[in-house]
């Protein structure tokens, strides 16, 4: 079973949705643009045992603009509705929804050809209302069935809740690992594997404590201790009818039930020389994958649909992605949010929901299936560049590695007050890893990342003008937001440009230490540069030389703090400047101490 279409209208931050996957989504984006809702939304229709219980809150509320002279107006949706298209259904399930099942067309919605094909897949549609009487301040839900009811007279044929239940739908949730108290995780599966077996154990360990606690209780040292507590005061004449001793005193777990008595034990593992340890001291990694291990196997339905929020939070990198591979490839269909790039290499480009926020405006971006072949080749930058970027509004997108060490390191030693890329919401990535990267690639890159709803700020060499140079310029400004061009030369140019002959001397003298020659040795004026530009190019020796340059001045390379300036600028989405900034034309600073 799996969803084909999921609208949202109204609930919580979605004004609307209309999300038609193709197979396993996996929801990632910017914060507040929506993750969490979505998966509330498919739990409200799907699950009515783990749904959170509806609040005004789950009316979109919207700020309107203020007039001038008059306080602030805030509006709140009067009805949130959630209709899920369920499709693959198997024979049980389609006698569930026997009278309801529609035709299902070939974008994933409910066909309303009467004419359809017979032999065409069938699906049925599950729907949510809410509405808030603010009057009587009363909240109404109803789950009901879109064809056949008609909400405008509030007619709703309803979906029972045992039949939602009968659905393979698991909703899982962070929880507490290897807790045998009743309603654990680890308890539930004890229970459906030999629920018989289990009592018995339960049994025997109550048994068996109570036995301990009652020769505890008749041990001396305890008994001297409670009768000098009862002899104190004459507590001990005052408590009952007739004078207690220690005779009469024993002791329980909490109420003295098996349930009391579970509730207080906790996992503990040996996992290397510390020998056993509690779970909780084992570290939040261990804890996390014992948790998500017990609800895979809790949702190892076949055909189900799994729902999981803030998925690999708490797992380090590799079994983030070794569980969502697993999950992936057990379900029918997972729905997994997620705010881990690691999650995301579990699954295929076409199965990544970007969602983003443009104007205070939820909206999500979904790739399409690809087939030309250039396009091809930047879809494989999706894993390698774009995923580290994926809850960042905006990308800045360079000719390749050498130019993001640089820029990343400028950024990396502003000083305390000054605000670092990733404030105003930027992920520098490189279009290429090395021979596939350099201008020709940023189109393509571009084109990905915007298609994934990024802003995309270009920042480009400034070649000998041609035919050539203005053509690729011309792409380049097509699929980028803004486009940021460096004076005559590379970016090795740039980090020398504004620093006098004497501090590039001392700074190339200190590359010696790499095993090369010093490039400017014998060398003066223009011919330094040049010599230092092309060794520094040929020798991937960037970071080096930024490093050797900041020892000689002790201060930012004025051409690359420019670029960090106006880059940090340029990616507000309420930036409405120049969408081409030559900084050729702009006057470069004089250097200034960090």
């Not at 001990?236 to 329980?252: K, Q």
């Not at 996992?271 to 001291?281: E, P």
């Not at 998925?311 to 997620?338: K, N």
């Amino acid at each position: 079973m799996r969803v084909t279409r999921l609208v949202i209208s109204g609930f919580r931050g979605w004004d609307n949705l209309d999300l038609r996957p193709v197979g396993h989504v996996l929801l990632a984006g910017v914060p507040r643009a929506g993750r969490s809702d979505v998966i509330a939304a498919l739990v409200r229709v799907l699950d009515p045992d783990t749904a959170r219980s509806p609040s005004v809150a789950d009316l979109r509320q919207h700020v309107e603009a203020p007039v001038p002279g008059e306080s602030q107006v805030t509006t709140r949706a009067e009805v949130a509705e959630i209709e899920v298209t369920l499709s693959d259904l198997d024979p049980d399930a389609q006698q569930l929804f026997d009278g309801c099942l529609e035709p299902l067309d070939l974008s994933g919605a409910a066909s309303d050809d009467l004419d359809a094909n017979p032999f065409t897949p069938l699906c049925v549609r599950l729907a949510y209302r809410l509405t808030y009487d603010s009057d009587a301040d009363v909240l109404d839900t109803v789950t009901y069935y879109p064809a056949l009811s008609n909400p405008a007279i509030s007619q709703y044929v309803r979906v029972p809740a045992t039949t939602r239940r009968a659905l393979p739908v698991i909703n899982l949730s962070v929880s507490q690992p290897m807790q045998l108290r009743p309603g654990g995780r680890l308890r539930q599966i004890i229970d459906g594997r030999d629920p018989l077996a289990a009592k018995q154990a339960f049994q025997r360990l109550y048994d068996a404590v109570n036995a301990a606690i009652g020769a505890l209780s008749t041990d001396p040292a305890i008994t001297e201790a409670v009768d000098a507590v009862l002899q104190s005061g004459g507590a001990g004449a005052r408590l009952g009818d007739v004078p207690i001793t220690s005779a009469d005193v024993g002791f329980l777990a909490e109420d003295g039930s098996i349930a009391a008595l579970l509730r207080t034990l906790q996992a503990a593992m040996r996992l290397d020389a510390a020998g056993l340890l509690a779970l909780t001291n084992q570290g939040s990694t261990a804890t996390a994958i014992l948790s998500v291990a017990e609800a895979m196997l809790l949702a190892n339905v076949p055909g189900a649909i799994v729902l999981a929020d803030d998925f690999g939070d708490r797992l380090d990198t590799a079994a983030a992605e070794h569980l969502a591979s697993v999950l992936r490839a057990r379900s029918g269909q997972v729905w997994l949010s997620t705010r881990r790039p690691e999650v995301a290499r579990a699954f295929e480009p076409n199965e990544l929901v970007r969602l983003v926020r443009h104007g205070g405006t939820r909206a999500h971006h979904q790739l399409s299936t690809i087939t030309d072949r250039k396009a091809l080749t930047a879809v494989r930058q999706l894993h390698t560049q774009l995923l580290a970027a994926l809850t960042a509004p905006t990308v800045a997108i360079t000719e390749g590695p050498h130019d993001v060490a640089v820029y990343a390191k400028v950024d990396r030693r502003y000083p305390p007050g000054a605000l670092p890329l990733s404030a105003h919401g930027v992920r520098l990535v490189a279009a290429g890893t090395g021979q596939d990267g350099g201008i020709d690639q940023i189109p393509r890159v571009a084109s990905l990342a915007r298609s994934l709803g990024f802003r995309v700020v270009a920042l480009i060499d400034r070649d000998k003008d041609s035919p050539q140079s203005q053509l690729q310029l011309q792409k380049i400004q097509e699929t980028s937001d803004v486009v940021i061009r460096l004076p005559a030369g590379a970016i090795e140019r740039a980090m020398l440009a504004g620093i006098g002959i004497d501090k590039v001397a001392g700074a190339s003298s200190a590359l010696t230490a790499y095993g090369i020659p010093d490039p400017v040795a014998g060398l003066a004026g223009e011919a330094a540069f040049t010599k230092l530009c092309q060794v520094t190019h040929k020798q991937g020796l960037h970071e080096q030389l930024l490093e050797a340059l900041y020892s000689e001045t002790g201060v930012h390379p004025p051409m690359i703090k420019v670029v960090l300036d106006v880059l940090g600028a340029v990616a507000s989405p309420t930036y409405s400047g120049a969408t081409l900034i030559d900084l050729a034309e702009i006057p470069r600073p004089a250097p200034e101490s960090s």
